[in-house]
Structures are given as structure tokens and as C-alpha cells.
């Protein structure tokens, strides 16, 4: 086990804000994670679990111990005709799960190509791209309760999976540490293609119809087009949730502004765009302090010059009041934010 005593977690962020733990444990080996849930005291009051860092925003320091599960692993449980579980160790780095699963030949995660981050993070946030999410393939979670140090199994309904959301980011936020998590996945490919956008990028590369290697190359494709890379300029994705509306609303809304991006995600529910929102506010590419919205799509915040997390969250701050005068909808944040 790795420690670090008041160590910079800078480099820890995707948005690369300076901010400062008193103590950094990175978690390397099994018997590393035994030996952290034997001696270790968790206090989610002044201790952190972090992830790959690419879905957090630190508004203060860590007074206490900031936990990296750094444990690799991957391999195949079973495979059968009814398909093929796959199991991987919570600190795996997510987008080299998605490429190693199309080398052995699965389909089912090809659409959430290139999602910074690690597998053991990705249950918490469910996440989600191009019309799949994680709660679609998820057959269990493992975890350890960092209040008593023991190990348990969570299968999927146990994981209240919603929109971005899930058990251990909302309820029991703090609670566990995800240590391996399991997925059903397939060998027989069927595209996953209803998303705006995919299609295209398949026929621009000549594809007409896709291997799952081929649907996991235009996703990369798009989102290194659209996304802002944050090793080049920090950022976390996408900072808002798409809002989700009813139909009543969606009626009212359509009636005042034309052009209303919607996707229907259950009878009497629609997605909405918070892009779009941002965009008619006039956001897109305007600074605040240190922070700024990219120029490449609204619904990022990045670190332009040096931002303190206080002034990202400003901004977001001022973004939500825009959305919220203009539109009567409020937006939600994605990223984890860690504040006073």
C-alpha cells in the first residue's frame, strides 16, 4: 500500500484543480484492501473514496484520507450460449475494459467507449452514452462496507440504478467501496445504432453494416470530435444531466421555443438537451474567472486557466440561474462535488 501525507490530488482530477488530502492511500493488491478494511477507520465526514477523478469537483481539501483503489483485473466468468459474464477489478481502467471485451470478442459496451475513468467508479454514476448504460449489462456489484470492513454482493435490482444515478452515489453515498463488479455480456452482436449521430459516423467510415469494434470506433470518433481532451485542457464531460420532463411540459415548452431537441425515454417521459438549454442562454464558449464553457460543446466546463474549483462551480451556478429564468428547468449536476 502506497502512502502520501499531504499529498497534491491535482494530477487526481480530470479537471486538473489543485486541492490537497492529508493523506493519500492507493490501494495496489488484494492484501493492500484487506489490510485497509482490518486497520482503517473510514469517515466519510473528512475521508474520500476517488475514483479515476473524472467525475468530481474539489471546492476545498481533504482533511482526511483520500482512498485510490488501484487493484487491476480482468477475466471471464462463464461463457454459454445465454452469455458471457465478465468480471473486473474496481480499479481497471474503464475504456481498456471496453477494448480488451471487443478483443475476446463481446459485444454490449461498445457504445460507452472512451468514458474516462475506472470500473469501479462506473456503477455509481451508471454511466451511460449513446443510447446504453451501464445498468443495461450489469449483473453484480462487490463491495466493502467501510463501516465494518465486510464484503458483499449486490445484484443488479439491489443497485437502484436511475438516470446517472444509483445507491452509491445517492443513498448509501460514502458507504462502500466498489471493489469488483460483474457484466453480461454477449457474443452475437446486435448494434446498438438508435442514437442521433451514430449512424452517420458508420457511413462516413464507409460502414454499413458494423462490427462491434466498428460501432466502438465511431463513438471514439465523436466524442473525441465533440469532447475536449482533458489532458489537453481539464474538464469532466458532460457537467449537466439531460433534464427529464413529462409530456405536459414538453407540450407547454414546444409551444414557446421552436427547435426543442427532445427524446422520448418513457410514456409520459422525455430527455431534453441541456446543451441546447446552455446554448440559447448564450453560454457556449464564455469565461468566468479561471472557468469556462468550451467552445466545442455547451454542456462542458473546463479548467481554461488555472480555475479553482470555486470558480467552476460558480459558473455552473450562473449557467443553472439562466437555464432556470429562461426555461423553468433545472439542471442537475453530474459530477460529484466536494465542498465545504
Excluded at 482526511?64 to 488501484?70: D, H, K, M, S
Excluded at 462496507?145 to 465486510?150: C, R, S, V
Excluded at 410514456?267 to 474567472?289: P, T
Amino acid at each position: 500500500m502506497k502512502r502520501t501525507f499531504n499529498a497534491s490530488l491535482k494530477h487526481l482530477n480530470s479537471f486538473a484543480i489543485e486541492a490537497r488530502a492529508g493523506q493519500l492511500l492507493e490501494l495496489e493488491t488484494e492484501h493492500d484492501l484487506q489490510v485497509f478494511a482490518t486497520d482503517f477507520q473510514f469517515d466519510p465526514a473528512h475521508d474520500l473514496i476517488l475514483g479515476g477523478g473524472s467525475n468530481v469537483l474539489f471546492v476545498r481539501d481533504i482533511e482526511g484520507t483520500v482512498v485510490l483503489n488501484r487493484i487491476p483485473g480482468k477475466k471471464i466468468i462463464t461463457d454459454s450460449k445465454d452469455g458471457v459474464l465478465v468480471e473486473a477489478c474496481g480499479g481497471e481502467n474503464w475504456h481498456q475494459l471496453v477494448l480488451w471485451s471487443l478483443d475476446q470478442g463481446l459485444s454490449g459496451i461498445e457504445n460507452l467507449s472512451l468514458i474516462p475513468g475506472l470500473a469501479g467508479a462506473a456503477p455509481m454514476q451508471n454511466i451511460g452514452a449513446y443510447g446504453v448504460e451501464l445498468a443495461d449489462l450489469l449483473d453484480s456489484v462487490q463491495v466493502l462496507d467501510l463501516e465494518n470492513g465486510g464484503l458483499h454482493e449486490f445484484v443488479h435490482s439491489d443497485c437502484q440504478f436511475a438516470y446517472r444515478d444509483s445507491r452509491f452515489k445517492s443513498t448509501d453515498a460514502g458507504k462502500y467501496l466498489i471493489t469488483r463488479i460483474r457484466l453480461r455480456l454477449q457474443r452475437e452482436f446486435k448494434a446498438n445504432l438508435g442514437y442521433a449521430g451514430l449512424t452517420e459516423e458508420l457511413q462516413v467510415m464507409g460502414v454499413d453494416i458494423p462490427t462491434a469494434k466498428q460501432v466502438s470506433q465511431a463513438v471514439i470518433r465523436i466524442r473525441r470530435r465533440k469532447l475536449p481532451d482533458p489532458h489537453i485542457i481539464g474538464n469532466a464531460g458532460s457537467f449537466f444531466k439531460n433534464p427529464v420532463i413529462t409530456q405536459s411540459t414538453a407540450d407547454m415548452l414546444k409551444m414557446e421555443f421552436h427547435g426543442l431537441p427532445l427524446y422520448r425515454v418513457a410514456e409520459d417521459e422525455l430527455k431534453l438537451s441541456a446543451a441546447w438549454l446552455i446554448e440559447q442562454c448564450g453560454w457556449k464558449g464564455r469565461s468566468m474567472g479561471g472557468a469556462a464553457v468550451s467552445d466545442q460543446h455547451a454542456l462542458v466546463l473546463v479548467n481554461k486557466s488555472n480555475a479553482t474549483g470555486s470558480e467552476i462551480l460558480a459558473l455552473a451556478d450562473a449557467i443553472g440561474e439562466s437555464v432556470q429564468d429562461r426555461f423553468d428547468i433545472k439542471l442537475q449536476p453530474e459530477p460529484r462535488i466536494v465542498r465545504s
